[in-house]
């Protein structure tokens, strides 16, 4: 399988272990950084990622950083990215099965390496279910059309919400 794989600083160490288990077991793999502990900003690696898996040159992405939450983030402000943080092979079985999750979020300073590996081996292995679930992901990209278009939101066509007290 082709995978697309970054990281920032906090998650470089877990990264590299990820890319050597994964090349073991014979995946492709992309790594689009970071190169080193030292420190860089999450975001725009996580979109390449992304990016990268929703344009197809990978099957599925894996993002890792501290705690993985604001790397998913990050993943889903990409159009078609269903980047999902996840902490058990529970989590993870579920966003694949469920909702078609096709980036892997994870916090290396959450969950340890063994656990890191079991959550991404099931990542891998879990397929999407279809079935009722399709109509939820289907109303994902809705959304994504709809604030591409202005129109989502609650307080009117397109209006920005005025900021609160």
């Known amino acids: 399988m082709r995978i697309v794989i970054g990281s920032d600083h906090a998650g470089f160490v877990l990264k590299g272990l990820v890319?050597?288990?994964?090349?073991?077991?014979?995946?492709?793999?992309?790594?689009?950084?970071?190169?080193?502990e030292v420190s860089v900003d999450y975001p725009p690696i996580c979109a390449d990622v992304a990016r990268r898996v929703v344009r197809g040159e990978g099957a599925l992405g894996i993002i890792i950083g501290g705690s993985g939450q604001g790397e998913a983030m990050a993943a889903n402000k990409v159009h078609g990215a269903r980047a999902a943080l996840?902490?058990?092979e529970y989590t993870s079985r579920l966003a694949r099965r469920h909702n078609d999750a096709n980036v892997l979020s994870l916090g290396a300073r959450v969950v340890a390496t063994e656990l890191a590996l079991?959550?991404?081996?099931?990542?891998?292995?879990?397929?999407?279910a279809g079935g009722r679930h399709m109509a939820r992901v289907e109303e994902l990209a809705v959304i994504e059309t709809e604030e591409?278009?202005?129109?989502?939101?609650?307080?009117?066509?397109?209006?920005?919400?005025p900021p609160t007290a």
């Open 118 to 128: 079991d959550i991404i081996e099931v990542f891998l292995k879990t397929g999407f």
């Open 19 to 36: 890319i050597q288990r994964l090349q073991i077991e014979g995946h492709d793999v992309t790594d689009v950084g970071t190169e080193s």
């Open 86 to 88: 996840c902490h058990d």
């Open 148 to 161: 591409d278009r202005g129109i989502g939101g609650h307080e009117g066509e397109g209006a920005p919400r």
